[in-house]
């Protein structure tokens, strides 16, 4: 049981916009920031989102990040087949001292 | 471009010590002000941070393993290692190396790369 929490699937067609909610509480995602990765079938993880909405190098500005409360928000836009991938949120926890990951989301672009 | 790599056998029996090494190039260990990094992956299942080790050797570890798991650093290598001790079946895994960013700023942190990752199988 991941202590963040998100949504095991989501679902949309292509062009279309999704969002992944990750949950948390007042030791994480509330007084801390947010990441978020996206791991490919068959790959490693990649970094898509640090601190909460920042976009690294490279990453289409397709991805956006939100928080609010003790929740966070990844959003997709302009959806196409290859944003097919299983998304994680991440965050560190200030009652543990480490990094907590949510149970991942696997997206299905129909 | 910063690149890691990991190494290690893929196959451990139950109740020994499975060691990795994660060899980085395009960039130097020594001196930077990043830690870095192991997560890991049970076939099908979610990421789970194992812990993170600084250039000098100060590290942060996952409560639910710190007893078990060793994370240490060789800078004349510019190599990082993971040591997990009386490993169990569930322990088995896709293991990843990173480069972990920790900002010190409202928790800020993150993985950034990523090496391609070693499945370890524990079975006898």
Same mark, same amino acid.
């Given at each position: 049981?991941?202590?963040?929490?998100?949504?095991?699937?989501?679902?949309?067609?292509?062009?279309?916009?999704?969002?992944?909610?990750?949950?948390?509480?007042?030791?994480?995602?509330?007084?801390?920031?947010?990441?978020?990765?996206?791991?490919?079938?068959?790959?490693?993880?990649?970094?898509?989102?640090?601190?909460?909405?920042?976009?690294?190098?490279?990453?289409?500005?397709?991805?956006?990040?939100?928080?609010?409360?003790?929740?966070?928000?990844?959003?997709?836009?302009?959806?196409?087949?290859?944003?097919?991938?299983?998304?994680?949120?991440?965050?560190?926890?200030?009652?543990?001292?480490?990094?907590?990951?949510?149970?991942?989301?696997?997206?299905?672009?129909? | 471009?910063?690149?890691? /790599?990991?190494? =290690?056998? +893929? $196959?451990?029996?139950?109740?020994?010590?499975?060691?990795?090494?994660? &060899?980085?190039?395009?960039? !130097?260990?020594?001196?930077?002000?990043?830690?870095?990094?192991?997560?890991? /992956?049970?076939? =099908?299942? +979610? $990421?789970?941070?194992?812990?993170?080790?600084?250039?000098?050797?100060? &590290?942060?570890?996952?409560? !639910?393993?710190?007893?078990?798991?060793?994370?240490?650093?060789?800078?004349?290598?510019?190599?990082?290692?993971?040591?997990?001790?009386?490993?169990?079946?569930?322990?088995?895994?896709?293991?990843?190396?990173?480069?972990?960013?920790?900002?010190?700023?409202?928790?800020?942190?993150?993985?950034?790369?990523?090496?391609?990752?070693?499945?370890?199988?524990?079975?006898?």
């Amino acid at each position: 049981q991941s202590v963040l929490t998100q949504p095991p699937s989501v679902s949309e067609a292509p062009r279309q916009r999704v969002t992944i909610s990750c949950s948390g509480s007042s030791s994480n995602i509330g007084n801390n920031v947010v990441s978020w990765y996206q791991q490919l079938p068959g790959k490693a993880p990649k970094l898509l989102l640090y601190s909460n909405d920042l976009l690294p190098s490279g990453v289409s500005d397709r991805f956006s990040g939100s928080k609010s409360g003790t929740s966070a928000s990844l959003a997709i836009s302009g959806l196409q087949s290859e944003d097919e991938a299983d998304y994680y949120c991440a965050a560190w926890d200030d009652s543990l001292s480490g990094v907590v990951f949510g149970g991942g989301t696997k997206l299905t672009v129909l | 471009q910063l690149q890691l /790599q990991e190494s =290690g056998p +893929g $196959l451990v029996k139950p109740s020994e010590t499975l060691s990795l090494n994660c &060899t980085v190039s395009g960039g !130097s260990i020594s001196g930077s002000s990043f830690y870095w990094g192991w997560i890991r /992956q049970p076939p =099908g299942k +979610g $990421l789970e941070w194992i812990g993170s080790v600084s250039h000098s050797g100060s &590290t942060y570890h996952n409560p !639910s393993l710190k007893s078990r798991v060793t994370i240490s650093v060789d800078t004349s290598k510019n190599q990082f290692s993971l040591r997990l001790n009386s490993v169990t079946a569930a322990d088995t895994a896709v293991y990843y190396c990173a480069r972990h960013v920790i900002t010190g700023i409202a928790g800020g942190n993150w993985f950034d790369p990523w090496g391609q990752g070693t499945l370890v199988t524990v079975s006898s």
